[in-house]
């Protein structure tokens, strides 16, 4: 077996979290799974969000489980790409908008 | 998506062809040739192993379900006591025409395509219409191929409405009804002896469409859906039943069935002013192309892991077997379409069309494998769509 820290097959396991906890295991898949219903936002753009925070989190499994919840709603590539788009706006963004604290103390320590 | 998922599987293999050839070129080529045999011809024309049903039962006994990795369905089904399996009440009897068809799906559990030559005879035609007249199925359903290649269908379809079945199937690809001029007509035909037309429709888009099914196979679909809305199928409230048919694309399975459909209602209205009734999502089965496919593609254990998660009992009490009867083209029974594919012919004293005899049938348990878990996943699959 290949030595990594990220297994494919691990992600079946994600339920066994409980067996350590059973309460807050329990507490927080219901919590997951009403996250996830239908509501003022449908499920399916729940997805999408889910794919999108998936890669600005980096999380394997989440990338995997989402893409193929995508495909078993019938959400395109189209929508996906553009979804991961948001996301990576987002982290960019956020890591250029803190180029104002960088300019403000430039300004500050500089003559 | 399932041309991409194997593109992607045969470029994975390519740096292992690069180390042997050294040629990128070639490689790709290589390539290039694996997608188009893939696409243009059945398993039983490439000499596959998989066109051998004993190899597909083979592998679905294996591995996973050999080392106790994931239960067998025996194993599953009898765990809510739902062992053996025997029938309901018989309510479809379906009939499949042939195995002859104008396209080549990626994921057909048939196998069919151009270069099948099985097709069904006036001679077998005639011991179904017998059974037909006195069945007490309520619904007759035609497949194939396409069931329309047969030469006999126009003359099967007339003689079989006569016998007066509530509801009278015939599962059309769509494009063949653009595929040559001799079935332009078949909307009208349809019209006039009240086909209730089920179609496949795997997306709204072409490009998934296409991936799955041929390139081409979406425009001429929308075509042939607008024609049948032209003589009134599928408008609301008509009596012209016209369903689509929604199977995923790839190696998953497929989502909410009421969801799918308000979609494809959407979708086809807005972009082709397209009307249907009911979408039926089916998941595909783990036997032939699509089996051939979830290998090639290195899926098969993780589909058959989901189908196994997703197992719901409730739907084995209702599930298509129940309450069926499948017809091959040289008619022998089985207790579904799937195991037609996999020469699981009935359990039972009476094993053919000509010897049709519906008490006896109904007394006989249904054989099972591994397959059946995609027809016991989520909402259930049926060729009538979700059963739980």
């Known amino acids: ?111 | 998506m399932i041309v991409s998922f194997c593109k992607n599987d045969y470029k994975s293999l390519i740096p292992m062809n690069i180390g042997i050839l050294h040629n990128l070129s070639t490689a790709l080529e290589m390539t290039n040739q694996l997608n188009t045999i893939m696409s243009t011809k059945s398993l039983h024309k490439r000499e596959s192993d998989l066109a051998n049903a004993n190899r597909q039962l083979e592998l679905l006994s294996n591995g996973i379900f050999a080392n106790g990795e994931l239960p067998t369905f025996k194993d599953k089904i009898s765990e809510t006591n739902q062992f053996p399996l025997t029938p309901n009440k018989l309510e479809i009897l379906q009939i499949n025409l042939g195995y002859m068809c104008n396209q080549v799906c990626e994921h057909c559990h048939v196998d069919a395509g151009p270069d099948r030559k099985e097709i069904m005879t006036r001679e077998t035609m005639m011991q179904c219409l017998e059974v037909i007249k006195k069945t007490e199925a309520h619904t007759l359903d035609l497949t194939g191929g396409a069931p329309e290649m047969n030469p006999e269908f126009r003359w099967f379809v007339e003689e079989a409405s006569k016998a007066g079945i509530k509801d009278f199937i015939v599962r059309s690809n769509l494009t063949i009804i653009r595929a040559n001029k001799k079935y332009y007509d078949l909307p009208e035909f349809f019209k006039k002896h009240n086909v209730h037309v089920v179609s496949s429709m795997p997306h709204w888009t072409r490009g998934k469409t296409d991936k799955q099914r041929g390139e081409g196979v979406f425009d001429k679909s929308i075509k042939a859906l607008q024609e049948l809305n032209a003589v009134g199928y599928g408008i609301p409230n008509s009596d012209l039943r016209l369903d689509l048919v929604y199977n995923p694309s790839g190696a998953f399975l497929p989502g909410d069935q009421a969801s799918m459909e308000k979609e494809f209602k959407k979708a086809l209205k807005e972009d082709f002013d397209i009307q249907f009734h009911n979408l039926f999502a089916i998941t595909n089965l783990p036997i032939s192309r699509f089996l051939d496919y979830l290998i090639a593609s290195d899926n098969y254990e993780d589909y058959m892991y989901s189908l196994v998660e997703a197992y719901n009992p409730d739907a084995v009490s209702s599930v298509m077997c129940t309450n069926t009867i499948s017809v091959s083209w040289d008619g022998w029974l089985y207790d579904c379409d799937f195991n037609q594919m996999l020469e699981l012919k009935v359990a039972s004293k009476v094993k053919h069309i000509s010897d049709y005899n519906e008490e006896l049938l109904q007394n006989r348990k249904i054989i099972i494998s591994q397959h059946c878990y995609g027809c016991t996943a989520g909402a259930g699959s049926s060729c009538q769509g979700t059963v739980a």
Request: glycine fraction near 8%.
């Open chain 1, 1 to 111: 077996m290949a030595k990594t820290y990220y297994d494919p097959a691990d992600l079946r396991k994600f339920g066994k979290i409980t067996e350590w906890n059973e309460e807050l295991g329990s507490k927080f898949f219901d919590y997951y799974g009403k996250v996830f219903e239908e509501g003022a936002l449908t499920a399916r753009e729940k997805s999408l969000i889910a794919l999108a925070v998936a890669h600005t989190e980096q999380c394997p499994y989440c990338i995997d489980a989402y893409t193929k919840d995508g495909l078993q709603r019938g959400i395109t590539k189209e929508e996906m790409i553009e979804a991961l788009h948001v996301g990576a706006a987002i982290k960019s963004g956020a890591t250029l908008v803190h180029g104002v604290q960088m300019m403000n103390r430039v300004n500050k320590l500089e003559m």
